[in-house]
């Protein structure tokens, strides 16, 4: 049976869960719960994606994901394959270790209400499982929800206030998120993000939203086998202009030029550092990196990067200079 095409589009929010495979594992330990929201906010970096709650459970995780440049299915691939071979590297793993039960799931959802809705079932997902009381929800650190109380060192891709905005126009301050708990209890106790039914329901069907929204991208995924061609290069050519503005904002912070590029070698220490960067802070190609940095081919370019992720004592200096301004690019 053919796969169904997943429905991208700039900005569109998903709310995106898989589970380990065999419903045994991943996230069995504290380790490897750390170990995925590090690499979630690694892909969030790299895609450009924005995060409105998260959890990771023990056997599966739920996000509520916009991607503002309509990225879903090539920054899913990149986390979890490396996610993947992380974990099998970390356990010694020698096969593919295929450790998710299959294809991800990820329902399109309706911006607004059923966004907050969403939220609130994500942060009392812990709670519904029983592993931690509600007055000790903070306590299940592997969640959006315990960045409530800390916003200067939050990261850049999370938006807590989508749900304070939902639960009633609240403020992000110590106040604001004291109401808050009070709303996540009677969302608990009466709410539709705490009943069983609606439990279910946010997790199953196609889409999450009010019936225009679902008839809106019905009609339009209609079309989509017709489109996706045009979507396909629509979308490669932003990702290629974001790449292109942050290889020219690296080559700025470190001096060089073009010119410089084409002279010097291409295993040169300073090359090899700002492959790295771009790799972190966007989702650029080898191939792309290749021909921009001159660097030879696809191959060199990953050879190149094991350099850096080994602590190449050059390579880590002229990564340091590139990180000597925060968000010079």
Not at 245 to 259: C, E, F, I, V
Request: proline fraction near 4%.
């Amino acid at each position: 049976m053919a796969r169904k095409l997943r429905v991208e589009f700039l900005g569109a929010v998903y709310h995106v869960i898989n589970r380990g495979n065999r419903r045994v594992g991943p996230f069995d330990d504290e380790k490897t719960r750390d170990a995925f929201e590090t690499c979630l906010g690694e892909a969030c970096v790299r895609a450009g994606w924005l995060v409105h709650a998260y959890v990771i459970m023990g056997n599966h995780f739920h996000i509520a994901l916009e991607t503002p440049l309509g990225n879903l299915a090539a920054g899913m691939q990149w986390m979890q394959a490396t996610f993947t071979n992380r974990y099998n590297r970390f356990r010694g793993e020698t096969g593919t270790g295929a450790i998710f039960q299959g294809r991800y799931k990820a329902l399109p959802l309706e911006p607004g209400a059923a966004l907050g809705q969403l939220c609130h079932y994500i942060h009392l997902n812990p709670v519904r499982a029983g592993l931690v009381p509600l007055a000790q929800l903070a306590e299940w650190r592997w969640s959006s929800y315990r960045w409530r109380h800390d916003p200067a060192t939050r990261p850049a891709w999370l938006r807590l206030a989508t749900a304070l905005v939902d639960a009633g126009g609240l403020a992000d301050t110590p106040a604001g998120w004291n109401s808050y708990a009070q709303y996540l209890a009677w969302q608990m106790a009466e709410g539709s993000a705490g009943r069983n039914a609606a439990y279910a329901s946010m997790s199953q069907g196609w889409a999450l939203g009010s019936a225009e929204f679902k008839r809106t991208l019905a009609l339009e995924h209609t079309v989509a086998a017709e489109t996706r061609a045009w979507e396909a290069e629509g979308a490669g050519e932003i990702r290629r202009t974001r790449w292109e503005a942050a290889r020219t904002a690296g080559l700025r912070q470190l001096g060089k030029s073009d010119n410089d590029l084409a002279a010097d070698r291409k295993s040169a220490p300073w090359k090899i550092a700002l492959a790295a960067e771009l790799k972190s802070r966007t989702d650029a190609r080898n191939a792309w990196l290749a021909e921009r940095l001159h660097m030879g081919s696809p191959t060199m370019v990953s050879q190149s990067l094991a350099r850096a992720r080994y602590g190449d004592p050059q390579v880590r200096e002229w990564i340091g200079r590139l990180r000597a301004e925060p968000g010079a690019y």
